[in-house]
């Protein structure tokens, strides 16, 4: 059964991919940013680049055990990178 989204009109052209490799006993979350590209269907991807890396202890991922910072340093990377490649990224003043 394939799932055909009802909102690829309201979708930016940029996104953030998160993707998972384990490493023996880390696993990794990778990020990379990604373009819409204009298919017939509008909503494939093609890779732009890698943003960023994290490695966790596979145990404490699997388990949803990482702490609120190391849950909030995850949140706090993608909204960072969906907002900068959107170009409305303030500096906070």
Not at 9 to 24: H, I, K, P, Y
Not at 58 to 70: G, H, I, M, N, V
Request: proline share 2%.
């Amino acid at each position: 059964m394939s799932y055909v989204p009802r909102d690829v009109e309201n979708r930016g052209d940029v996104a953030v991919l998160a993707s998972l490799t384990e490493l023996g006993s880390n696993t990794r979350i990778v990020f990379d940013d990604v373009e819409r590209q204009g298919a017939v269907d509008g909503i494939a991807w093609a890779h732009k680049c890698l943003f960023t890396v994290i490695d966790y202890p596979t145990k404490d991922l699997q388990r949803l055990a990482l702490s609120e910072d190391q849950f909030a340093r995850i949140g706090e990377n993608v909204v960072t990178r969906l907002l900068a490649l959107a170009g409305k990224l303030k500096d906070g003043s």
